[in-house]
C-alpha cells in the first residue's frame, strides 16, 4: 500500500507543479502584454495630444520653434504621469525645440534606447508637411518595476496554492487507497481468516466471501460423512 501511495503522489504532485508553473507563466504574460498594450496607448495619447496643440498653432500662422507656450504644455504632461520620463517636441532637422526636460533643449534627438519605452506623433502642417515630431518617453526601470511587482504577486500566489494542492492530493492519494485496500480484503485479516481458515495467509475479497464458505461448509459435511464408522456409504 505504501508503494502505491509514493508511486501516485510521484506522479500526481509534478504534474500539479508544472500545471500551476504553466498557469502562472500565462497569466504574467497575459497581464504583462495587456500593461504594455494600455501604457504603449497612454503614451500615444498624450504624444497626439500636444501634436494636435501644435498643429492648431501652425494652422495660425504660428512656426513650431516659435510656439514657446509647448514648453509649460510639456511639463504639465509630464507631472500628470509619474510613468513618463520626458515629452519632447522635435524639430524638423532633429533638434529638440521644446521639453519637459529643459536640459534636454537644443540637442539632437537620437533613436530610442534601451533604458526608455518612446511614442511619437507627427505634427504636420495645414500643407501636409511634417514640421516636426512629439517624443513621449517612458522609464524601462519604472515599468520593469511595476512589472515584478505583477510577477511577485503571482509566483506568491502559485505557491500557495501548490502547497494547498500538494496537501489535499497527498491526504486524497491516502484516504483513497486506504478505501481500496480495505474494500478489496474485506476489512481486516483475521475476519478473512475465518473464511479462509486459520492457517490460510492469503486474504480473501469480500465478494468471494460467500462462495468460499459455502465450499468450506460442504467439504465439512463431506469429511463428517467419511468420519463415520460404516465409511458414510449411504
Do not use: C, W
Request: no cysteine; hydrophobic share 50%; aromatic share 4%.
Amino acid at each position: 500500500m505504501n508503494k502505491l501511495i509514493v508511486t501516485l503522489l510521484a506522479v500526481l504532485i509534478p504534474l500539479t507543479a508544472a500545471a500551476l508553473a504553466l498557469g502562472a507563466y500565462l497569466n504574467y504574460a497575459s497581464v504583462r502584454t495587456s500593461y504594455m498594450d494600455l501604457l504603449g496607448a497612454r503614451l500615444e495619447t498624450v504624444a497626439r495630444r500636444v501634436a494636435s496643440d501644435a498643429q492648431v498653432a501652425l494652422s495660425m500662422g504660428m512656426p513650431l520653434a516659435g510656439q514657446d507656450a509647448l514648453g509649460r504644455l510639456l511639463e504639465r504632461e509630464k507631472a500628470a504621469d509619474a510613468v513618463i520620463v520626458s515629452v519632447d517636441v522635435v524639430g524638423s532637422t532633429g533638434t529638440v525645440l521644446f521639453s519637459s526636460d529643459g536640459d534636454r533643449v537644443g540637442e539632437t534627438y537620437s533613436p530610442q534606447s534601451a533604458e526608455v519605452l518612446a511614442r511619437t506623433a507627427s505634427i504636420v502642417s495645414a500643407f501636409e508637411t511634417a514640421e516636426g515630431t512629439v517624443v513621449v518617453r517612458a522609464s524601462r526601470a519604472t515599468i520593469d518595476g511595476a512589472l515584478n511587482q505583477v510577477a511577485t504577486a503571482i509566483f506568491t500566489a502559485a505557491v500557495i496554492a501548490l502547497v494547498f494542492a500538494v496537501l489535499a492530493i497527498v491526504a486524497g492519494v491516502i484516504l483513497t487507497v486506504r478505501a481500496l485496500t480495505q474494500r478489496l480484503t474485506g476489512g481486516t485479516q483475521s475476519e478473512a481468516s475465518a473464511t479462509a481458515g486459520e492457517s490460510g495467509a492469503n486474504l480473501i475479497p469480500a465478494q468471494l466471501r460467500q462462495t468460499f464458505g459455502s465450499v468450506d461448509e460442504a467439504h465439512a459435511a463431506i469429511a463428517a460423512r467419511l468420519a463415520k464408522p460404516d465409511g458414510g456409504g449411504r
